[in-house]
């Protein structure tokens, strides 16, 4: 030990000096600050819920809501094209409901009577943390006739399933006859609703809503950093920090996304089904009928498990994170290197057991 310890003393000297001038005796570059979980408060999303004030047996009806969402009803399934493993997104470019045949990612259409919507489908998670719903906010809680009728949720969920929306019949006859065990369920959940009345539109809406609103993706790594319970790779750190400066305007946390329109130059579907000339293609003007709002779309959520999604944008038209953020023609101020760290911090905002949602057990 007595040899040791002045050893010890020289190397460490040895490694301090070493430290202070680096190998070719200029000073080394200043280590970036550190980057503090207490800086990202405004970032933590809310626990799922497990009630609602106006949704009495929220758990039940989130457990139906999940049944009727992997079933499927006139011809196809919600999770055909908002499939869990692809962040309740289509995982494939053209998103193929009624008339097509396959499992995401290759589902493909097999008759002339087809469901294949000219936008990418949008993820399904945390639709709650959205206002308005739809690329063109055509949907939502904002818009009317629910406005202020029902709990936002329900009527984001009513409204964005509603047979203008998807072409999708959601009728009590086809429940009853076709998915007896289905009408079931709701008999005991609605025990006041006369038979004739059950299934309705509103009620099938509701229970979806209640599925929902608890694909709140608040167990990735990054949410667990942000309690303390996790550490994150430095290049995901520096990237949640370039997130925060260069995206987080429009991308607002918790989230990551806003009611905001904005025509950030993406381009429009265009392969053997359509032509581009799709009215949606109008964005926001769909809805306003202002001219200043043609082309312009909705700032779509990134808190979806938007790593796993196949495409990105509107017209899905993104094969990669990296190719969409730099398709964005209103970001000019951005490196390389940033961007890499971004799609890093984004990656560990994947919760996986969204990735895992079943048609069977509970969420
Ligand atoms: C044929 C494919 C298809 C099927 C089937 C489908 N969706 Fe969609 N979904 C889409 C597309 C495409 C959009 C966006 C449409 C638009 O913006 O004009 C969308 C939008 C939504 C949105 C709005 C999300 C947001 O952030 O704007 C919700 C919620 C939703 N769908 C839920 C459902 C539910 C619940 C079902 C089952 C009843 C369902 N979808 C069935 C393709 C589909
Ligand atoms: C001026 C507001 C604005 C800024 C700043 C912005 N975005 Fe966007 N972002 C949008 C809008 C609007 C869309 C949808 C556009 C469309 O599809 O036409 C979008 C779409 C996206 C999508 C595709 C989402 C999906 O589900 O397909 C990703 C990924 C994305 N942005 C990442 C980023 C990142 C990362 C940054 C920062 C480097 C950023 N955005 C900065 C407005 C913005």
Partial sequence: MKILYPLLCIILLLADCDIKTGDNGNPPPPSPPPIYPADYKTYILPDKPSSNPDMPKFEEKAALGKVLFFTKINGSACADCHSPNHGFTAGQQQSCGRGCEGMPPNRRPVGTD????????????????????????????????????????????????????HNMILETERIKTQHPE????????????????????????????????????????????????????EDALRGLKAFSTKCASCHKPPYLGSDEFYNVGFPHLVNDIHDGTDKVNEGRHVVTKNTEDMGKFRTMRLATNVASHIRWGHGATFDSLDDCIKGHQNIKEISEAEIGNIIEFLNMTTDRNLLNVKPEGSL
């Avoid at 919507?117 to 939502?140: E, F, H, Q, R």
């Fill in 182 to 233: 289905i009408f079931e369920k709701f008999k005991n959940i609605y025990p006041d609703v006369v038979e004739a009345k059950l299934c309705e539109p509103i009620d099938v809406a509701e229970c979806l809503a209640a599925f929902q609103m608890r694909l709140v993706p608040n167990d990735s790594r990054f949410q667990q950093w942000l309690k303390g319970e996790e550490k994150l790779p």
């Fill in 114 to 165: 087809k469901d294949t919507p000219p936008v990418k489908s949008p993820s399904s998670i945390g639709v709650v943390g959205s206002k308005s719903l739809l690329w063109t906010g055509l949907a939502g809680s904002e818009k009317g006739p629910m406005k202020g009728l029902v709990h936002p949720a329900i009527g984001q969920a009513l409204l964005a399933t509603s047979v203008k929306a």
